[in-house]
């Protein structure tokens, strides 16, 4: 069974910056998506961004210009680097990880970790 945990959040001034970690318990090149999401309460999960493996990234509006994904493909981890938080930013992170075989394509998802901005 595919574990990500989630890491790296907490309470950080607007303007401050984070780094989330997304540690997966298997060969993180044997997906061919990771991406980060966040829930604000009472919203609903929105994407961020997500990067295939070997290809492209694509960001959301929402990420676009302060948010970047990094991997370390020898531990396993994939990480969201996060400039000039707002207020706007606070939320619950997750990352998932995607991975297709004969029976289709599976998502894998992160427990969460919570990012606060305030002053």
């Known amino acids: 069974q595919v574990q990500l945990t989630d890491s790296g959040g907490g309470v950080v001034h607007p303007g401050g910056s984070l780094r989330l970690s997304c540690v997966v318990s298997?060969?993180?090149?044997?997906?061919?998506?990771v991406a980060w999401y966040r829930q604000s309460p009472g919203k609903e999960r929105e994407i961020l961004l997500f990067?295939?493996?070997?290809?492209?990234?694509v960001y959301e509006d929402a990420a676009k210009g302060r948010f970047s994904i990094t991997r370390d493909i020898a531990k396993n981890t994939a990480y969201l680097e996060m400039t000039n938080l707002k207020p706007d930013d606070t939320a619950v992170y997750y990352c998932k990880t995607s991975k297709v075989d004969v029976h289709g394509v599976h998502d894998y998802w992160g427990q969460g970790t919570q990012v606060t901005v305030s002053s």
């Open positions: 298997e060969r993180i090149l044997n997906f061919y998506q």
């Open positions: 990067s295939i493996t070997g290809g492209t990234t």
